[in-house]
C-alpha cells in the first residue's frame, strides 16, 4: 500500500506541565518521536499542527507550540475537553502516544526578517503563537527581527501559560512584556477598588489615555491592553491568536493604532478529523483550515464567508 | 474497434477472469425491490434502473478498519498493519453518472496527500460502465446531461459496454479495459458496421430519455453573493438532517475517524459522516459554526456548486438524482439551484429563463 498518512507514528511522553487548573485545566505535554526515521519526516514550522492519538480512545488536533527542532520534539497544550482531551490528561511521562503531521502551513517568518513582531494572545490561544515567538526569540534567530513585544493576557492570574517562560521574558531587555488579567471587571468595567493588587486597572473609556510608567500588568481586556501598549505598525507585523470574538476585539484595536488588516496575523482552528484536506468539516467557505491554514491574515479571514 | 460479446458468455468471462487473475466481481443485483452493489459470481440480470445506493463504497466503505491497535498488557501503544488482498475487482454495469462520479472522488482523495485506502482498491478496479438506457431513478431525478455527463459517457470508465439485446457492444478505453479483452480472449468478436451504427442510435435515444434539466449557468454567480441570503433559511425549513441526501451521493466523501475497542483488541476506524449532521462541525467546547440546519444544507450545496470547483476546478454533482429520489421532505437540488438564481433576480437579469424555455 502507499504510504500511509493515516498512520500515527509512535512518540514518549518527556514532560507533563499543569498550566492551568479549574473545571477545563490545560495541560502542556512534550512528547518525542520514537523512530529516527520518523523525527526526519517531523520536521515542523512555526503555526503547523500535529493530530495526536491516545490509543484506544482517538485523535485530537493540537498546535504545536514547540520551536522547529530535529530532534522529533513536539509540544502542545491540551485543554481538558472531550473524551481524546480527557484520556490525554490521565498520562504520565513515558507513556506512548501517536502522532502525524505535521500539517497546515505556517507563519512567514522568512519574510519577516527585519520587521519588529508583536505578539497578542489570550488565554489558551497562545499556544499556536508560542511556536513562532519561540523561534523569533531563540538565540539563533532573534538578530534577524527587530523590537518584539509581546502582550498577553487571561482571566485570572493562575489562567496565564508558560508561567516559567513568561518569568524569562520579564528578565530579558531584547523584548517588551506586557500582561494582563481581566476577572475582576464588574458589570460597569474595572475601578479602582475591583482591580488586583500589582494590577491596576486601566482607562476603560479611553485605554490609550491610560497612564504607563515601567508598571507592564494591569486588569484589561487584551484588546484595550493593546490601546495601550500602541505598538507602531511600521514595519511591523501583529500576531495573534485566541477565540475567535478576542481576535475581533484585538484585530479593531490595532486597526484603531492604523495596521492594516494584512499585517495581522493570526490561526484559525475548527474541528478536523484527517488533516489532509479529506473528511469535510473544518471549512469557512472553501477555505479549508486544515490546508490553507491555519495562519492567515486578517484580510484573508474579513474575505471569507461568515461562518465562525 | 469495438467488441462484442454475447449476453450468454458473460458467466464463462466472470470464471475466466476469477480462474485466472482472481478478479472479484461486483455488480448492481436487485434484492427486496432495492439496487445494491453486491459480489456475484453469477451474471444476474443487469436490467436495471441505477443503483439505489451508488458504488462509491466499493471504493470508500461505509465503514472501514484502518488499522488494528497494538497492545502492551493493559494499554494499546501503537499500530499494527491489517491484511489487505491485491486481487483485482471488477465492477460490471456502473452507470456512466457513477463512473464521472469517480473523477471527482479521484481528485478529493488524490488532493496533495493520496489517500492509500482509497488509491488501493481504485487501483485495483476495473470499470465496466453501462450505457444508460433505463435512466430515470423512481420519480424521474437524475439529470446527468445538465452536468456535463450523458448517458453513454465514458468518463471515469475503463470500458463502456452498451445493451443491444442478445448482445453488449464493448469498447474498452483504458490498459485495464483491454486487459480485459485479453483475458476474455475469443468471447469478445469484432463488431461491425450493423452494430457500429446501431449502438450510435440507441446512444441519442438514451440522451433524448433524460428529461430533467438543471441550467447550471449562473448558479455560482448567485450562490457568491447570497450566502447570508434568508432563502437558505426557507428551503431548509422542511429538511429534516437525516442526511440521507448525503450518504446517497455518489461524490459525497466526508468521514469520521475513531478508535473502537471490542474483546479487548483496538481498531481505529472511519466512517461516512455528513454535514447534515450537527456534531459534524462542532467543537469540543460547544461551539458550533453550523449551528442550524439551515447552515448545514447551505454548506451541501456550496461545497457541490461552488467550494469543489474553487479548489479542485470540478463541479461535485454528476446529476445521479439520488438526493432527489431519496429525500423524504422532497427537497430538490434542482429546485433549489434554480430558486437560488431567481432569489438572486439572475434569471431575469441574464435571460436565463427565456433560454431555459426554448
Known sequence: MTDNVYKPTTATIKSIQLEAGGGRPIRTFKIQVDEQEARDQFLHKPGQFAIISYFGSGESVFAINSKPNKDGIIEFSVMRVGNVTGKLHELEEGDKVGVRGPYGNSFPVEDWKGKDIVFIGAGIGVSPVASVYRYVLAPENRKDYGNVTVIYGARTPKDLVFKDEFKTFEERDDLDLWLCIDWKFGPKGPTGESAMKGWPAINMQAPGETKVDSNRKFTAFVPQLVEVVKPNPENAVAVTCGPPIAIKFITQALDKLGWGADQIYTTLENRMKCGIGKCGRCNIGDVYVCKHGPVFTYKEVKDMVPEF | ?358
Request: charged letters at 30%.
Open chain 2, 1 to 358: 474497434m469495438a467488441k462484442l460479446i454475447s449476453k450468454d458468455k458473460l458467466d464463462d468471462l466472470l470464471s475466466r477472469l476469477k480462474e485466472q487473475e482472481k478478479y472479484e466481481v461486483f455488480a448492481p443485483v436487485e434484492v427486496d425491490g432495492v439496487t445494491l452493489y453486491q459480489h456475484i459470481n453469477k451474471v444476474p440480470s443487469l436490467e436495471f434502473t441505477n443503483s439505489n445506493k451508488p458504488p462509491k463504497d466499493l471504493f470508500f466503505p461505509q465503514t472501514e478498519t484502518m488499522f488494528q491497535l497494538e497492545r502492551d498488557d493493559k494499554v494499546f501503544v501503537g499500530t499494527k498493519d491489517i491484511e489487505t488482498s491485491s486481487d483485482p475487482i471488477l465492477v460490471l454495469g456502473m452507470r456512466p453518472c457513477d463512473s464521472r462520479a469517480m473523477l471527482i472522488l479521484d481528485k478529493l482523495f488524490y488532493w496533495d496527500y493520496v489517500d492509500p485506502y482509497y488509491k488501493d482498491r481504485r487501483d485495483r478496479t476495473t470499470i465496466i460502465s453501462f450505457t444508460c438506457t433505463l435512466p430515470n431513478m423512481p420519480k424521474e431525478s437524475c439529470f446527468c446531461t445538465s452536468m456535463g455527463g450523458a448517458p453513454d459517457s465514458n468518463e471515469g470508465a475503463d470500458m463502456l459496454w452498451t445493451d443491444m439485446g442478445d448482445v453488449y457492444y464493448v469498447e474498452s478505453l483504458t490498459d485495464k479495459g483491454n486487459k480485459l479483452l485479453e483475458l476474455g480472449g475469443n468471447l469478445f468478436t469484432d463488431s461491425d458496421q450493423a452494430h457500429d451504427s446501431k449502438v450510435a442510435e440507441i446512444k441519442v435515444n438514451a440522451k433524448k430519455a433524460i428529461s430533467r434539466k438543471l441550467d447550471t449557468n449562473g448558479v455560482k454567480e448567485a450562490l457568491e453573493k447570497s450566502f447570508e441570503s434568508d432563502y437558505w433559511d426557507e428551503f431548509a425549513a422542511r429538511c429534516l438532517g437525516c442526511g440521507i441526501c448525503t450518504l446517497l451521493c455518489p461524490t459525497c466523501h466526508c468521514f469520521d475517524i475513531y478508535d473502537v475497542i471490542s474483546n479487548g483488541e483496538g481498531r481505529r476506524e472511519r466512517t461516512w459522516d455528513s454535514c447534515q449532521y450537527s456534531h459534524y462541525t462542532a467543537h469540543a467546547s460547544g461551539h458550533n459554526p453550523r449551528p442550524e440546519k439551515k447552515h448545514r444544507q447551505r454548506n451541501r450545496i456550496y461545497h457541490k456548486f461552488l467550494y469543489m470547483e474553487n479548489n479542485l476546478d470540478i463541479i461535485g454533482c454528476v446529476g445521479c438524482g439520488r438526493c432527489i429520489s431519496g429525500c423524504p421532505v422532497n427537497i430538490d437540488i434542482i429546485e433549489v439551484a434554480e430558486g437560488i438564481k431567481e432569489a438572486e433576480g439572475i434569471k431575469e437579469a441574464e435571460g436565463i429563463k427565456e433560454a431555459k424555455n426554448d
